[in-house]
């Protein structure tokens, strides 16, 4: 199935070539594209080179595959099912999310708007195509540590790029939505505005996120945040990558309205946390995420007091 | 009598023929209308809905009368399955297959086959446009269409006409 979603971001006259790969679905994490220069891999902790025939390869042999810029341009089509003016909002993001929940960040030349904002892109010829895994039971360590006598506390998960935050934040999603031996099934909110958690397409989530999960799509935290409280009731809010001030705004708000909040943020320390605005006692567990051996894994969780509670 | 009705059975003939050769003709005028109705409603789901085309193609199948509506349908569940084909290629392919029985010209049929080269646009007002034009390449068509019916149809009832003569005065 995955491995079907992965080759179906390729047109067929450039899919062959991806067979090979995406018969490593399980460790692979990013296929890494630019115009005129090696087709890059990323499977588990190595970087691997694509060749003309599809095989994979440690280091840059002659055979190797140098992507032409209409090959790139082939797959962006494919990838917005021939319809770039319906990614238009996505493209000017700087991320397309494909069914399964896979995410192909691209860049090129930007076109700005006469006050500076950013209007659309054109000449893409930087993809990076992040691969979604969803693993079920990624959370069962941490389900324990951030419930108190059945009381979910407010998570911040802080870990670096590729650390498995998102990973992580999902499958909590599921297990506090469908309930667990930790507590009662709750009413969960997500606010996906990369459709990175969900993985929706269409509206319709790839992931499995619980029964009692409410999924609004590709809307701003900030905003999503308060739409959700207004409109359907949660007594939990999930977000992935919080950062601004308008994001901390509203996570503050929703404490108002008495939800509890579960989101993750780019990081490796509690000085990079307090760096982002994030009030010391606001959240009243911190997991801190890393690369461990070949994967991801918990690296520690405190508490907002600073005490140690896994290590 | 007989001689009288052999006359009149081939001046109906002959007529008839040339009747024929003229709803053809107005068949293509008729059929050409309808692919404009068509693009002009996918562009104006791509300026309101602004959907992926699978969808936009569907939504506009299900309005459309047939060939073009079930061409289109076809399509949009040929773009659905995903086995990697592009999109210049199902649509040629399925409208090539639709074209079989209609009475277009090759002119008129290929515009029809070149619709993908317009699409491809970043901004879904640059795509309208795009389709504008499109759109405006085959009003001119309509017109010329139009034209040559008015002249053609004429012509080809009067020969119809002095064929029949020319058979009644020959044969009998």
Known sequence: MKEEQVLNIFPNRIRERFQKTAKRVDELQEIRLAAELPVRVICGRKELFLNQTGELSEIIGTDCWYIHAGEMEQILNHICNYSRYAYEEDIRRGFITVPGGHRIGVAGQVILNENGTVRNMKYIRYMNIRISHEIIGAADTLMPLIHEDGKLMNTLLIGPPRSGKTTMLRDLIRQISNGSKWARGRQVGVIDERSEIAGSYMGMPGNHLGIRTDILDGCPKDQGIMMLIRSMAPEVIAVDEIGSSMDMQSVRAAWQCGCRMIATIHGDSMEDVYRHGIDKRGFERYVFLGRNGGGFGLMEVRSAEGEMKHA | ?172
């Open chain 2, 1 to 172: 009598m007989l001689k009288g009705a052999g006359a009149v059975l081939l001046m109906l003939g002959s007529c008839g023929f040339a009747l024929s050769i003229c709803r053809e003709r107005n068949r293509r005028l008729q059929l050409l209308k309808e692919m404009r109705e068509m693009f002009r409603l996918l562009q104006n789901e791509i300026c309101y809905t602004a959907l992926p085309l699978p969808e936009i193609l569907k939504l506009v199948g299900e309005k459309v009368n047939a060939p073009f509506g079930k061409a289109l349908l076809l399509t949009a569940e040929h773009m659905r399955l995903e086995n990697g084909e592009e999109f210049q290629t199902v649509w040629e392919e399925k409208m090539k297959e639709m074209l079989k029985e209609t009475s277009l010209t090759a002119q008129q049929k290929q515009l029809l086959i070149n619709f993908p080269e317009c699409m491809g646009m970043n901004e879904s007002t640059g795509q309208a446009n795009a389709l504008n034009r499109y759109i405006e390449e085959l009003e001119l068509m309509i017109a010329v269409q139009r034209e040559e019916e008015k002249s053609k149809n004429k012509v080809i009832m009067s020969l119809g006409i002095a064929a029949g003569l020319f058979m009644v005065i020959i044969l009998l």
